[in-house]
């Protein structure tokens, strides 16, 4: 048996041949597992120089208790699952795979907003009662009349946006560190937070889950937006304060809500956003294609890779806390 060994904690896909191959090119051994607890980890682990991971925490118990990890890299943009701190800590390398959706999320946010843009899916429940009648459906606007605002301006939002500014939408953005000449170049307008909430009629979400954006659209953000906005998350489900937003929507102060991710996955079947009408609600799917999904298990996979012949990971998460402890 290889010295190198490589875990799998836990995974949703058909199969993990493509990162077998990669690993083993690299002179390691992988065990895709199924890993329900800290202590599963820590048995099948123990002597694991990598960890591949797509939903398990990682604590700093695991690490401590897994002498040989080396780096630890997640099927996912972000690293949200991991203790990173505690990682640097340790010298191991933290890694993800930062730009495989781009254009699926893109893709997945645009249909989602055209769905209530075009109240496709209300007038598709009015002709399935009998009522054929456009008339229903009232008010819809052109695009270049609706405002479209982001909160965050990374790689989707950019993709986004191109797509958006094509379709004739007016947009907007909150982020602090992207300047008004970048946003200018993909047709948006830098504006403050709060501007985000008062001025457009729907917004989309794409700021990673940290300590900051933990809950941050709340029922402050919320009471802002007009009755007739819509909230998109493609991000992560915790962002939002999940009880302000039904709040929300029980009470009208926006019209409704797109969501592909929720505070706790897989959905509570007991769930209020589930029976509103005005709700889209999708399994954490935005993501997803075949090709994505092709690129996210090879990307993860040669994270580790990387560090088995001796190098670091191509997409090195933790890399500036790691060499600034090191000096």
Avoid at 90 to 102: H, M, S
Avoid at 152 to 167: D, Y
Wanted: a neutral charge; proline letters at 4%.
């Amino acid at each position: 048996m290889s010295d190198l060994k490589v875990v799998i904690t836990d995974y949703e896909y058909e199969t993990t041949a493509n990162e077998e191959r990669i690993i083993k090119e690299a002179g390691g051994t992988l065990f895709p597992t199924q890993c329900k607890t800290e202590e599963d980890i820590i048995e099948v682990a123990h002597d694991a120089v990598g960890l591949i991971v797509q939903y398990k925490q990682i604590t700093s118990r695991i690490m401590d208790a897994l002498k040989n990890l080396r780096v630890i890299s997640r099927y996912a943009v972000g690293v949200d699952t991991i203790d990173v701190a505690a990682a640097t800590e340790r010298g191991i390398y933290v890694a993800n795979v930062p730009y495989y959706c781009q254009d699926e999320v893109s893709d997945h946010v645009i249909a989602m907003l055209m769905s209530f843009s075009r109240k496709i899916i209300v007038a598709d429940r009015f002709v399935k009662s009998n009522n054929w009648d456009f008339k229903l459906t009232k008010p819809i606007h052109r695009s270049a009349s609706t405002v479209v605002g982001f909160v965050g301006f990374g790689k989707i939002p950019k993709n986004l946006a191109s797509k958006l500014r094509a379709l004739g939408f007016d947009l907007i953005a909150y982020a602090p560190r992207t300047d008004q000449k970048t946003m200018a170049h993909y047709g948006v307008r830098k504006v403050e937070f709060e501007d985000i909430f008062n001025h457009s009629d729907f917004v989309s979400l794409h700021v990673p889950l940290n300590d900051k954006t933990r809950g941050l659209i709340g029922p402050s953000q919320l009471s802002k937006m007009k009755p007739s906005a819509y909230l998109i998350n493609t991000a992560r489900g915790p962002i939002v304060d999940e009880a302000a937003l039904v709040n929300a929507l029980q009470k009208g102060e926006i019209a409704g809500a797109a969501l592909d991710v929720v505070e706790k996955e897989p959905i509570n079947p007991d769930n209020p956003l589930l029976k509103m009408e005005n709700v889209i609600i999708n399994p954490h799917m935005a993501w997803y294609s075949e090709e994505a999904q092709t690129e996210l298990q090879t990307r993860a996979a040669e994270n580790v890779a990387s560090v088995l012949k001796g190098g670091v990971p191509k997409y090195w998460f933790n890399q500036k806390a790691i060499q600034d402890n090191s000096k």
